[in-house]
């Protein structure tokens, strides 16, 4: 009789505790949903200022004269690796009418680190210095590596993880109004 009782006991505490966790979870996701995020498609790309590896500050937000793709990525991340190679094809072929600026998540990642990845893959973009981390915050970056394509309005238009390098290259074509369609 006496384990049954402790057996009820241990379980209700337990029933407890799952229904204070289930009203938890429900506050942060009530909190969740009322938060806009920084970086939505269709919206105007957050704005940032950040010195690049060559020692110069770019800006993002607003109109430009190219669209422009962002790419968040950290010298430790494996897919960053394969996807680095094909980010200097599309710039090289496409230089003249897109930009590219790496940014680089500095916080988590050592300077040294970032300077030989850029070398080991000659990567002639500007890259950029995210050291505080506040525009992968402001962006809402949850993994590396992460794509931005904004237009030459300055707004969001898709959100990107590694491509193999033909879906990649379509994706910067429709950001570049190569292959679309005309109207009916």
Same mark, same amino acid.
């Given at each position: ?8 006991? #241990?379980? $209700?505490? =337990?029933?407890?505790?799952? %229904?204070?966790?289930?009203? =938890?979870?429900?506050? *942060? ?5 009322? /938060? ?11 704005? /940032?200022?950040?010195?690049?590896? @060559? ?9 430009? @004269?190219?669209? $422009?793709? #962002? ?10 690796? &394969? &996807? ?20 680089? %998540? ?6 040294? @680190? ?8 000659? $990567?002639? /973009? ?16 949850? %993994? %590396?590596?992460?794509? /931005? $394509? ?9 959100? #990107? ?7 990649? &290259?379509?994706? #910067? ?7 679309? *369609?005309?109207?009916?």
């Amino acid at each position: 009789m006496k384990l049954t009782t402790i057996a009820v006991m #241990i379980a $209700l505490m =337990l029933m407890g505790e799952m %229904v204070s966790l289930d009203k =938890l979870n429900a506050h *942060k996701s009530l909190a969740a949903a009322r /938060f806009v995020p920084a970086a939505a498609r269709n919206q105007p790309a957050p704005e /940032f200022d950040l010195q690049g590896l @060559d020692g110069k500050s770019y800006h993002v937000g607003g109109a430009r @004269d190219k669209p $422009l793709i #962002i790419n968040f990525w950290a010298s430790w991340c494996g897919p960053c690796h &394969e &996807e680095a190679p094909d980010l200097k094809r599309m710039y090289e072929a496409y230089k003249d009418e897109l930009d590219i600026y790496a940014v680089n %998540v500095t916080k988590g990642d050592r300077l040294q @680190d970032v300077q030989g990845f850029v070398k080991q893959y000659g $990567l002639t /973009f500007p890259v950029l210095l995210d050291s505080k981390g506040l525009t992968a915050e402001r962006y809402r970056l949850q %993994v %590396v590596p992460t794509s /931005f $394509l904004i237009n030459k309005e300055g707004v969001l238009v898709d959100v #990107i993880h590694v491509l193999p390098a033909k879906a990649l &290259e379509a994706k #910067i074509r429709l950001l570049l109004d190569k292959d679309q *369609k005309p109207p009916l």
